[in-house]
């Protein structure tokens, strides 16, 4: 279940509570979840019945517990939790986390691809034209665009974006702060990756291999995620076989909830014409999966046998590196199989 698919499912709930008259409100058009700010409050959290609470008459918690009865008969929700003064906290069920990687797995690159921008016909061009940063920035928007399903054409829409400035760095015979010496992935991260508002300083730091390096931990989860696949088949690991994957584990909802929030990166880095928030959504979609590569092994050790266990998390896997090639992708950025 995708965070869209979870606010539909929400707002249907609404809908029903109304014409139950269990509630006397305007049905909203849309409903907001997000991921919660701390561990331990469940995938997902909304603040609806805060919303509603005023047109209801009624407190929010009151509001927050008609709504939790029904919301947690919902297929693919476990849990549904009141927190504060009428804050919802879901958690999802094992198996809509499994539907998650089947529709990763069988969309592929189209995955994180929707038509929510379809009605808004517009190209982004840099202001001034031939700006550096500006013209990389509104490349990757304008790829943002088409992939949230806004067609090109129509309304010019010109983007500015602060510019890097050359400075050298101190102990160093170059100056590393030019992109153009950096090569096209790295200078594009280190345009792409700043908000519009900051200047961005493009270091040859972005070259080395090592954890430190953002770019380089996004492109080795991805090559991890291959090798995976690669050492699965040797093993004879089963990863095609049907079965009901059993995440539970912290590391692997953790993953599965970044994974699931892919989409809603995208929509919401189009509309704000801001690829920075897509880069960021990578490195933490990196971390996630270098944390459940230690916590959670896929592969056998040793004598060990491949379990339903070890498919279930070498398709975890798979559908990680779908999403960290889809998201370097459309940056315009590589995602090299090897590092």
Known sequence: MTPAELSWTVLSTVRRAVAAEELQVAVPEKVVVQRPP????????????LQLAGQAGRSAYEVAEILAVRLAKEPGIAQVEIAGAGFLNITLSARAYADVVRQVREQGAGYGRGDALAGDAVTVVAEPPGAVRATLVAE???ALLRA???????????????????EPEPARQEQPHDPHR????????????????????????????????PLFRVRYAHSRTRAVLRNAHDLGVRVEAAARDPYRHPAETELLGLIADFPRVVETAARRRAPDRLARHLERLADAYLRFQDECPALPKGDEKPSAVHAARVRLADATGIVLAGGLHLLGISAPDHL
């Not at 701390?38 to 019945?49: H, I, Q, S």
């Not at 399903?149 to 129509?154: I, N, S, T, Y």
């Open 38 to 49: 701390r561990p331990g409050c469940g995938d997902y959290a909304t603040n609806v019945a």
């Open 140 to 142: 990757a928007v304008n």
């Open 148 to 166: 949230a399903g806004a067609p090109p054409g129509g309304r010019r829409e010109s983007l500015s974006v602060a510019e890097p400035e050359p």
């Open 182 to 213: 950096l090569g096209p992935d790295a200078a594009r991260w280190a345009l792409l990756r700043p908000p519009a508002e900051d200047a961005p300083r493009p270091t040859s730091a972005l070259l080395d291999q090592r954890e430190a390096n």
